[in-house]
T-cell receptor
């Protein structure tokens, strides 16, 4: 158990809908990262927050957004869903920023868009 | 940009066989290098890491050496067990856009199956 929790574990929805994925980082971790894992694209970095502020964006679509709240939990919002958005979405957290800081991954949310 | 290339799987080995999973990288700066492991139905776990050239990371019998001259970080284990069956990801951490922020760039993953 990494200490990072993600809800829900599974999500099935239809095209055009909007969903929210939730992540609670390990106690004391200030950084939260979101990754998307799909069969064709592999694991891709989406976005990072540090202590409530957005720090970096990766390959995140404009239909997707995220935020980190004062209690440090984070939510990833996916809207106007398409079939191609079906994937595993991972949240990771780390104590600080920096190249040596280990990122701890949650179990993921599996999103299926029908 | 940064990229990680690792050998395509799946890899199937008999128990006690020697394992090598190749990983090479391209980075603009001086990255840290990682191997993560993903067991079925679970998230990724850090297996080992190396933060500078010639460092050797090791954990649970797995080893990898940071080779700057060949830009490689190959994963090895002398004797694999059935419990090592998982997907292995090579990754690098490098500064993102000069913002003081570091993200992981992953390889595609290599699925390892160990049979008794």
């Amino acid at each position: 158990d990494s200490g990072v929790t993600q809800t829900p574990k599974h999500l099935i929805t239809a095209t055009g809908q909007r969903v929210t994925l939730r992540c609670s980082p390990r106690s004391g971790d200030l950084s939260v990262y979101w990754y998307q894992q799909s069969l064709d694209q592999g694991l891709q970095f989406l976005i990072q927050y540090y202590n409530g502020e957005e720090r970096a964006k990766g390959n995140i679509l404009e239909r997707f957004s995220a935020q980190q709240f004062p209690d440090l939990h984070s939510e990833l919002n996916l809207s106007s869903l398409e079939l191609g958005d079906s994937a595993l979405y991972f949240c990771a957290s780390s104590e600080k920023q920096g190249p040596y800081n280990e990122q701890f991954f949650g179990p993921g949310t599996r999103l299926t868009v029908l | 940009g940064n990229s990680v290339t690792q050998m395509e799987g799946p890899v199937t080995l008999s128990e006690e066989a020697f394992l090598t999973i190749n990983c090479t990288y391209t980075a603009t700066g001086y990255p840290s290098l990682f191997w993560y492991v993903q067991y079925p139905g679970e998230g990724l776990q850090l297996l080992l890491k190396a933060t500078k050239a010639d460092d050797k990371g090791s954990n649970k019998g797995f080893e990898a050496t940071y080779r700057k001259e060949t830009t490689s970080f190959h994963l090895e284990k002398g004797s694999v067990q059935v419990s090592d069956s998982a997907v292995y990801f090579c990754a690098l951490s490098d500064q993102h856009s000069g913002a003081g922020s570091y993200q992981l760039t992953f390889g595609k993953g290599t699925k390892l199956s160990v049979i008794p």
